[in-house]
């Protein structure tokens, strides 16, 4: 996890674009670990789990201050009417967040560095401020937001019918493996929503030759087989995708042609988990 500290963020590549703060502190935080390893020590059976602390992060859009305290309470009562507008607010908080996890595995060299999703979080609040309330995680005012319903019809609608608990009991099983492409097109299609379109250009390409590989006759189904044409008569896009992210940042129209790519995959990928059962 990222060191508790306040830090400065602005879009990649704009040193002097709009600027965003990050504010990270634990609470509850146990006392830092022995450098030498201590001889472990017996548990009796009854022993609860010790009390984990809790991470408090606020995003802070430093880019777009308001000149009255009204003016902020009017943009509150704006962003809560809906909630269309709550999630894009918990979803731009979320994504300063996980730019900052990114940027800590690359930096640290930690294979496991995790990205989060808004519904991992215990309590989510969205208020306003002076610079110094802010800067230490306090408001002048704030409503408190049920950050685990974000897209709720939606995508827990999707999520029910994966029947992804089930896959998972028969993967652990040993009655079913998992392919290789259900690994990579998550890791590009995390990469895109995290604005790097490169490296999502990169997953994509070995990503979609495993699909093509592991997937082509998967379902006796019309759409999975249009599917995985398209995927067939566009895979030299993404190979070209690919060679143009080594050398830099891609345009738009081939960014937007990697994300076309990963939907097709993602809808080839939940269509053999729904339909295959």
Partial sequence: MVADGRYLARAPGAADGPQSVLVIDTLGAPPPASRRRRRPREAEPGDQASQLPLTRVTAVRAFQPFE?????????????EAEETIDSVLEEGIALLNRALHAHGAASGNPYAQELSPERATIARIGFGS??????????EALEVDARAIGRSLKRQRANDLRPQERLAAVLGGREQLAACETLIPRARADL???RTREAALQLRVGL??????????LDDPDHESDIGALHERRHEAGEAANLALNGDLDAETAAGVRELIEICERALRRRRVLAG
């Fill in 193 to 195: 929503d995290g604005g």
């Fill in 131 to 140: 610079g110094e309330q802010v800067a230490a995680s306090e408001f002048s």
């Fill in 209 to 218: 030759e495993a699909l093509l590989a592991e997937l082509p006759g998967a």
């Fill in 68 to 80: 009255e305290e009204s003016e902020a309470a009017a943009w509150l009562d704006g962003v809560v």
